[in-house]
Structures are given as structure tokens and as C-alpha cells.
């Protein structure tokens, strides 16, 4: 499996020192460093403009499970590649890729074997919780020559693609889990057959903006994975016959892999709010369902407990009355549930009775089914006989007939 290139240290940022490690530096290799802070500070004002739009939607963590089975229809150029140097398939998005093994090619059936998976761990977005689909998320799957991959995963070359496509992995999204298979056909003809699992990991909360997040009046707060999905690199892919392979995606710059809420800081920010913005538990579906039914219980338990004051307070009124009432009402009331009890007994005794009734007729209608059913058979052996008599008549007829001719 190649490896992707390795990311700059200290969390991504520029180090002014790198440019003068080697010592002194002409004037045209400063202003060459100059112009990489300048790009690169182009792209983190990039990334902080299409990042806005992730405020205030509810991220949800995936792993895809990319299984590429094998290619078909081959072309001339991919069979030549594919026999001196071997190909790779790559899931690429921003500055990031994913490779599978190098493989060969059959050039005479034109297809390719591949049968290795790639790996993503993804986030995706919904504007609202009760959205059916989630937002777009596009990943370029791309057709290399292999040789040069590992060089390009080096640092030493630049990425060129004998076809590619662009997938939207949110519509291979499930809950809890999905398969589907693919047939997906690149810009050069060439056939891509893959299975794509998904599996839902866990959900987190709706990310907030910057000021909402300065705010000291609370509110909801950021995404567990602003970092991995709101600062990942969200380009939007234009038509596939205009993408330059060898094109880098601007590199993040002072805030890492992007635009980072909890990597950045905020005046006016009290020291007890940034340690409680820092530490946000985040949720999964089942957590979120286990306190739902928590609350839905606590609900029924007080409207239990309620009806439950009710019925004590109708219960102390009584008492109240029935000790106006003196002994004599003390009496009457002994008397009176001694008349309840044996009413009760009463009813008892009568519904047993009821229920002794019901199994003799019961037992009587089962047995009146079965006399039914003798009765049926009986008539149907009487009618048997009758036919067999008839057709002893007719046969002892049928003789006296021949009888009679033969004479």
C-alpha cells in the first residue's frame, strides 16, 4: 500500500526558520518563500470562506469501506502502463490520497484483477437533523501509473491520472450500515467495478460560528471533528475533463489541516468558558436515544407521582371526614366494608360457578361435534351400502340377461 506524503511537522504550520536552516538565502529563493506564505495565506482565507457554510449544520462520522474488485475495458495506453510499471486505484480529496496495491493488467482479456480495499474515515454534514440526505462530499477516484504514484507519495513527482471520476460518497451513506456495488465508468472509458460498505460510527453536535463561539452566554458547541470536517480540504471539483492532476490543493497554513475552532482563540473569553469550549462530550446515536427514553421516563414518573398526591389527598379527606364523624361513623364504615368484602366473596363464587357452566357446555358442544361427525360417517356407510346393493342388482340382472339369450 503507498503511503501519502507526509504532512509538515508542528501541526502544519509555516516555520519561519525552514527557509534559513541552510543558511543564507538569495533574494529570489526569499521572495519564492515569500510567495508560499502568501499562497498559503490565500488558502486559509479560501478555506475560512467555504468552511462557513459547515456553521450550524450537524456533523455525522462514517467509515467507508472502498473494496475495488477489478477493471474492465482497458485501454491501449492503460495496458502499456499497467505492463512496465503496474497501476494503482486513488481516493483523493484536497492533499490527501489513498492507494491501493499496485496490480497488473490481462491484455488480452483488457481488464485488471485489483481485489484490495481502501479505507476512509468521513464526515458528513446535514443542514437539519431531520434531513433524509446528506450534504455533498465528493472524493476523486483516480487511475495511476504506479511507478509514478510512489514517486509523487515521495515528494519527487507530480500526480498525472490516466482516468478518473468523481464520486459523492454521501450517497452511499447508511445507517447503521449499507452495501452497494458500483460499475462506475472513467473519463477515459475505462470501467471501475467496487463495493462500497459504509458503517455509522457516531454523531456529533452542530458546529457554531466564530462569534457564537466567543459569546459568554452559551449556546451549543462545536463539533467534536471540527477539525476533520469542517477544516478538511472541501474543494468543490469542477468538470473531470478540466482537473489538473498535477494541481496541489493550497496548503492550510497557520491553523494546521484548516480552519479550526478549537485551534483558535478568542478576547473577552473568560478562562472557566475556553475550558468548558475545550472539553465537549459528544454523543452517539445511542446515547442520544438512551436519553431520550431517560427523559420520557422521568416525564411518566411525574405524572405518576401526581395522580399519586391526587389519590393521597382524596384518601386524607376521608380520613378527615370519617373522624368528624365520630365512632358511630367508624362503625358504619367497618359495617359497610364488611358488606364490600362479602359481596366480593359473593361475585367470587358466582363467576367460579360461571366458569364450571362454561366448561360442561363447552365439553358437552365438543362432544355433540364428535356425534355429528359419527352420524356423518354412519350415513355415508349407508349410502355406500345402498350403491354396492344396486350394483349387485345390476350385475345379477345383467346375468339373467345372458341367461335368457343364450336359451
Known amino acids: 500500500m503507498l503511503t501519502p506524503r507526509r504532512k509538515r511537522e508542528n501541526g502544519g504550520a509555516l516555520n519561519d526558520d525552514d527557509d534559513d536552516a541552510d543558511g543564507p538565502k538569495s533574494l529570489g529563493m526569499k521572495m519564492r518563500a515569500s510567495s508560499r506564505r502568501l499562497g498559503a495565506s490565500a488558502g486559509l482565507l479560501k478555506n475560512a470562506l467555504k468552511n462557513s457554510t459547515r456553521v450550524g449544520q450537524l456533523p455525522f462520522q462514517f467509515r467507508f469501506e472502498i473494496f475495488v474488485e477489478s477493471l474492465e475495458k482497458l485501454n491501449a495506453e ?16 484536497g492533499e490527501k ?26 464526515t458528513l454534514f446535514k ?20 511507478k509514478v504514484t510512489a514517486k509523487v507519495a515521495a515528494g519527487g513527482a507530480k500526480a498525472q491520472s490516466l482516468g478518473k471520476i468523481m464520486l459523492d ?38 458546529t457554531r460560528s466564530v462569534s457564537g463561539a466567543s459569546s459568554a452566554n452559551g449556546g451549543s458547541a462545536p463539533s467534536e471533528w471540527a477539525d476533520d470536517s469542517v477544516c478538511d480540504d472541501d474543494e468543490v471539483f469542477i468538470d473531470l475533463d478540466d482537473i489538473d492532476d498535477g494541481e496541489e490543493a493550497p496548503k492550510s497554513g497557520l491553523f494546521g489541516r484548516g480552519l479550526s ?37 422521568e416525564n411518566e414518573n411525574q405524572k405518576l407521582e401526581k395522580q399519586n398526591d391526587n389519590l393521597l389527598s382524596k384518601i386524607a379527606a376521608n380520613i378527615s371526614a370519617q373522624s368528624e364523624n365520630g365512632a358511630g361513623g367508624m362503625f358504619f364504615s367497618k359495617k359497610n366494608r364488611k358488606k364490600e368484602e362479602e359481596g366480593l366473596k359473593q361475585r367470587i363464587r358466582e363467576n367460579q360457578a360461571l366458569k364450571a357452566e362454561i366448561k360442561q357446555l363447552s365439553a358437552i358442544l365438543d362432544a355433540e361435534k364428535e356425534v355429528d361427525e359419527v352420524v356423518e360417517e354412519l350415513k355415508e356407510s349407508k349410502l355406500e351400502l345402498a350403491i354396492a346393493y344396486l350394483e349387485k342388482e345390476q350385475v345379477h340382472l345383467n346375468l339373467m340377461t345372458l341367461q335368457r339369450t343364450k336359451r
Open 169 to 206: 460518497l454521501a450517497d452511499y451513506a447508511a445507517a447503521p450500515s449499507g452495501s452497494r456495488r458500483v460499475a462506475a465508468a472513467l473519463n477515459n472509458g475505462v470501467q471501475m467495478v467496487a463495493r462500497i460498505d459504509c458503517t455509522f460510527i457516531s454523531a456529533g453536535r452542530s
Open 127 to 146: 443542514a437539519k437533523e431531520e434531513d433524509s440526505s446528506f450534504c455533498e462530499k465528493l472524493f476523486k477516484f483516480a487511475l495511476r501509473d504506479a
Open 261 to 297: 475552532f478549537r485551534n483558535m482563540s478568542f478576547r473577552g473569553k473568560n478562562k472557566k468558558q475556553s475550558k468548558a469550549d475545550q472539553t465537549v462530550p459528544v454523543e452517539d446515536a445511542d446515547t442520544v436515544e438512551m436519553r431520550k427514553a431517560l427523559e420520557r421516563l
Open 78 to 93: 492503460c495496458l502499456k502502463v499497467g505492463a512496465s510499471n503496474k497501476l494503482v486505484i486513488s481516493a483523493v480529496r
Open 97 to 122: 490520497a489513498h492507494h491501493t496495491k499496485p496490480f497488473g493488467v490481462n491484455a488480452t482479456a483488457k481488464n485488471a484483477v485489483v481485489e484490495d480495499t481502501i479505507s476512509l474515515d468521513v
